[in-house]
Structure formats: structure tokens, C-alpha cells
């Protein structure tokens, strides 16, 4: 039984440790100014203002990395959640996307926040400001239908 016991032990120790070495990747990909989404989309001001402070850093290449990002587990989870972010919506390669693909993005855009789904709570939890009053969701929204109905209508 003691045996049993240090082997756990001795493995259960390696693995934290062996944890605290691993480094993820916590990339910056190059921001190309003419695919961003203001270079290419009529974006007011106070639209840009509420998707930098709630959106950017899980789907854009301009992620603000906090410090906690560097410990495991959390790193492991943030690295997770921005790869998947910017797998779904890069706002920073927004030019890439054509004008079908955009408009709908849109489209889930408006009905994620509006539904409380986005930014996720985990984000929310450590990052108050990217909480969404009901006056940012309709400036998204209002925005994002407009910008959404002149993409489907031959907008670029």
C-alpha cells in the first residue's frame, strides 16, 4: 500500500510540475491594417469602442494577454478559448471574409450578445468592462443588421 501511495505521489507531483514548464502558444499573428474591420466596414465609433472592450481579445490578433494567462491551468483555458475565438471571428482579418460570410457573422454577432452569450461569463467574471448594458447591445445590434443589409444587398 505504501508503494501504491508514493507512486501516486511521485506522478501526481511530476505532472504539476511538468505543467509548470509548458509553455502554450500565446501568439501575436500579424495585423494586416487593410483586412481589420475598420479598414474595411463603416464602423461608428462607439460600435468599435464596445467590440474592443469585449470582443478583441478573443477574436481579433490584438489579444491583451493578463498575467494569469502565463499559469496553468488558466493558461490552458485562455489559450483554448482565443484560438477558438479567432476560429469563429477574426475582427483583425475581417477583409478576408466575403460579403456572405460577413453578413452572417453579423448576424450571430447581434443575436450572441443580445442573448447573453457572448462575451462567455468566464470572460465576463474576470473582466468587468467587457460586461454589455443594454445600450452597447443595441448599438452592436443596430449597427450589425444595418452593415449586415447592405453586404447582402452587393456591399463590399
Known sequence: ??????????????FVGSALWIRLDRTFPAVDP??????????PAPVLA?????????????TRWPWYSS???ASWLIAHDVKEGRGQLNLSAWGRYNPFDR????????????????????????????RLSDRDIKTVCDWSE????RLVQGGT
Open 50 to 62: 464596445v467590440l474592443r472592450r469585449a470582443c478583441y481579445d478573443c477574436h481579433s490578433n490584438e
Open 103 to 130: 453578413a452572417d457573422m453579423l448576424d450571430k454577432i447581434c443575436d450572441r450578445v443580445s442573448k447573453g452569450r457572448m462575451p462567455m461569463w468566464q470572460y465576463r467574471l474576470l473582466h468587468p468592462e467587457a
Open 71 to 73: 499559469v496553468p491551468p
Open 146 to 149: 444595418t452593415e449586415a443589409a
Open 1 to 14: 500500500m505504501r508503494v501504491r501511495t508514493r507512486v501516486s505521489t511521485g506522478l501526481a507531483v511530476l
Open 34 to 43: 487593410q483586412l481589420r474591420l475598420e479598414a474595411t466596414a463603416d464602423v
